[in-house]
């Protein structure tokens, strides 16, 4: 058993997508047409990862004030700072995690307003 996507909300499709595949290099599993109003069905992959990132419609933009998800990469400082150079924003530098002192962390906000966590195994 495996989880097969998990759920993103995003204001702008298309923004969102290239966020990730930029960023992240994730790659598309499906971007078909979903309703008349022009929403898609859109799933990414990140590489050798079986749950795919799906994204649902946001109800506002109000910016998510908790983590939305983890994501996992022993590169965790590499990947912060890859993130700044670009102009992202980075809640939470690099750090031990408070639950887990072996861990380290970092928060910042994709393209979406979405608060995401990036941690190391």
Same mark, same amino acid.
Request: glycine share 6%; hydrophobic share 40%; aromatic share 8%.
């Given at each position: 058993?495996?989880?097969?996507? /998990? ?27 979903? #309703?008349?109003?022009?929403? +898609? ?8 990862? %079986?749950?795919?990132?799906?994204? *649902? ?6 910016? #998510? @004030?908790? &983590?939305?998800?983890?994501? *996992?990469?022993?590169? *965790? /400082?590499? =990947? /912060? /700072? ?7 924003? =980075?809640? $939470? @530098? &690099? ?7 072996? +861990? $380290? =962390?970092? %928060?910042? +906000?994709? #393209?979406?307003?979405?608060?995401? *966590? =990036?941690?190391?195994?």
């Amino acid at each position: 058993m495996h989880i097969q996507f /998990a759920e993103l909300p995003v204001s702008d499709q298309d923004r969102a997508k290239r966020f990730y595949m930029e960023n992240f290099g994730c790659e598309v599993a499906a971007d078909v047409p979903m #309703s008349p109003d022009g929403w +898609r069905w859109i799933e990414l992959r990140f590489a050798g990862a %079986e749950t795919a990132l799906h994204f *649902v419609r946001r109800p506002d933009d109000t910016p #998510s @004030a908790q &983590p939305v998800m983890v994501l *996992v990469d022993d590169d *965790v /400082a590499g =990947i /912060a /700072a890859a993130l700044r150079s670009k102009g992202i924003e =980075i809640i $939470t @530098a &690099p750090q031990p995690a408070p639950y887990d002192p072996g +861990r $380290t =962390i970092a %928060e910042f +906000r994709d #393209s979406e307003g979405n608060r995401m *966590v =990036i941690s190391s195994r």
